[in-house]
């Protein structure tokens, strides 16, 4: 049995992945009465409240991380990013390169450039005449894209789909996004895989994301509970194991 700790915002469950946990959760016990156990809790909760420990924190990376802070010890989130199997021109499908402002050579068109050190850190376009933003870096040309997707893996299986942005009529290639799982050898048991379909109809890989605070954009299952289960321990498992030195300056 998991006990989940749904985030509340003025003693309300709004955050969506929290609202579908709930619903799988009330499914399950409906089904197996005692199959899991729910807990409601704001900010302050988090911080007063020692029998929330050992519990599945469900709602904004804030809440996940401050229940990180109050219960495992003050382990920072570390993103996944691209992971080192995908990062290859044949599943990037654009020009790419990685360090600092100071190591990356300028370029003479736009970038994407992201912060791969934080969880929902800068991530953003960049004409020619901006400089770098500092920090560590992913940096790749910026393609003409015209639909993202989310796919939800679980078991190295394909668990389901959503469009999040642009056109729902553009289906990415399902065999690039199974060679892709495939390939991702370290993949945790249960991941987002954000693909991206360009203006030349060629789907390529965004980035990755554990199974914590990830938007599900009307994503359900049966197993959900347990997906958001295994995530967290995953995520929490990776970002102890991927820990920068408190002393470290980025």
Known sequence: MAKFILQTIKGKVLHDTS???????????WKTPGTHEIEYAGFA?????DTLAGGIPVGSLSFVQKFMDRHHGGVQLVPRNIPPELKDMRYLKRMFSEGTKDTIAKQDSPVFVKDVDTVKGYA??????TDLPSGNLFVTEALDVVSEWRIFVKGGQIAGAKNYAGSFFLVPDVEFIKDCIDVYTSAPSGYTLDVMIDSRGETS??????FVSV???????????QMIVRGFRDMLAYSMSNAKPQNQNS
């Open 124 to 129: 953003g376009v960049i004409d020619v005449n």
């Open 19 to 29: 609202l579908a946990v709930f619903k799988e959760v009330e499914y399950a016990n």
């Open 45 to 49: 909760r988090l911080e007063e409240d």
């Open 215 to 225: 938007g599900l954009y009307g994503f359900t299952h049966a197993s959900l509970p």
């Open 205 to 210: 890989v965004i980035e990755v994301h554990d």
